[in-house]
Every structure is written in structure tokens, then in C-alpha cells.
């Protein structure tokens, strides 16, 4: 019994290895005024994933309350055509159903996503995103985005300035020349955390 045990535990710590493995470091591909993006390739999804992070002039709960504000979404967020809040449970929960541009001759694609909204211990926010695939029917006029996760990470960094951070990774939702893939994981955090950041900062 015992040697089967280690034999499993053995293997398992291989698989993992392996899965590590196969994840690339993250690269630095964009760095301009404080706003950074990386991106690395993992196993099971089409798109890279990306992480970006600036830091804002602006109180951590203006930041919040801004990026949790999704009647305003399409005004900052790059290629959000779309913003619609199907289901609210408090201001800790959100279903959101959300539409993006995509370059011709790509179809448009449409993802809903839960939204988990918490303020941890240290007063920073954490808000954990997820796919729901079928929450609604399917519109014909887009593709839909079945799986995709992520987070955001909102701290104030020190008096007068908040850190931004976002992660994410997701499926294209059908077939995305590679060339227009990496670019979109690279160019939409970017815009949209410089559009964040002058909302606050551009007078």
C-alpha cells in the first residue's frame, strides 16, 4: 500500500513538472507611462495570457468604483463595444455580458462573465472574472467566448497613488489568424489601463 502511494505521488508531481513545463515566462512587450503588459503562452487556451499593471494618480476606491462601474465600461475599456449588466447580487457580484471589436474580417465575439468583487484584509480589491458559456442564447451576429478567467488587483501603492493590476486569459472563441491574436493580448490591456489611467490623470 505504501509503495503504491509514493508511486502516485511520484507520478503526479512528474505530471506537474511537465505542465510547468510547458508554460513560457512571461516577456515584457509593452512599457510606457508606468502602464506595463507581459505576456506568456499556456497550455489549454489559444491566447497568450496577458498581465499588465500601472500605477494612478488617484484614491484606491475611486479606482475601484470606476472599474466596477459598467455603464461607463465602453468609455475606457479597449474594443468594449457592449457593457450590460444581466445580474447584480449587492456590489459583490456582477453577470455582465460584454461585447468586443474585432478587425475586419474577424467576427465580433461576445463573452458573459461573472464577477466576484472583494476587499481584502489589507483594504486592497480583488476582482475574480470567469466565462459562463450558455448564461444567455447565442447572437447570431457574434462568436461566442466560451473560456476565459482572470482577475483584477486594486492597492493603494502609497497616499496620493493606486497600483493597478489585471491578469487574464481566455479561447479566441473559434479561428484568429495568430499575428491578430498576440496583438489583441497585447494592445487592449495596454489601451485600456492608459485609458484608465487618464481618466483620473488627464484634466
Given at each position: 500500500m505504501t509503495r503504491v502511494?509514493?508511486?502516485?505521488i511520484l507520478f503526479a508531481f512528474c505530471i506537474s513538472n511537465s505542465l510547468l513545463a510547458q508554460q513560457d515566462e512571461w516577456?515584457?512587450?509593452?512599457?510606457k507611462n508606468s502602464v506595463k503588459v507581459w505576456t506568456r503562452a499556456v497550455p489549454g487556451y489559444s491566447l497568450k495570457q496577458y498581465r499588465a499593471a500601472c500605477l494612478i494618480n488617484a484614491n484606491v476606491d475611486s479606482v475601484y468604483n470606476f472599474?466596477?462601474?459598467?455603464?461607463?465600461?465602453t468609455s475606457w475599456y479597449s474594443d468594449n463595444t457592449i457593457c450590460?449588466?444581466?445580474?447584480?447580487?449587492?456590489?459583490?457580484?456582477?453577470i455582465v455580458y460584454y461585447v468586443y471589436a474585432a478587425p475586419w474580417p474577424v467576427d465580433n465575439r461576445d463573452i458573459i462573465s461573472k464577477a466576484m468583487c472583494?476587499?481584502?484584509?489589507?483594504?486592497?480589491?480583488?476582482?475574480q472574472h470567469s466565462a459562463i458559456a450558455n448564461y444567455i442564447p447565442r447572437e447570431k451576429d457574434y462568436v461566442r467566448i466560451e473560456k476565459a478567467t482572470g482577475l483584477w488587483k486594486?492597492?493603494?501603492?502609497?497616499?496620493?497613488?493606486?497600483?493597478?493590476?489585471?491578469?487574464g486569459k481566455s479561447n479566441a472563441g473559434g479561428d484568429v489568424p495568430e499575428w491578430l491574436a498576440n496583438m489583441f493580448v497585447e494592445d487592449n490591456p495596454f489601451k485600456s489601463l492608459?485609458?484608465?489611467k487618464e481618466h483620473f490623470e488627464v484634466q
Open positions: 502511494f509514493v508511486t502516485i516577456k515584457l512587450k509593452k512599457n472599474i466596477i462601474d459598467f455603464d461607463k465600461r450590460k449588466v444581466l445580474h447584480k447580487s449587492g456590489n459583490s457580484e456582477f472583494n476587499k481584502e484584509p489589507d483594504g486592497s480589491y480583488l476582482i486594486i492597492r493603494q501603492a502609497d497616499e496620493n497613488t493606486t497600483e493597478v493590476f489585471m491578469e492608459t485609458n484608465l
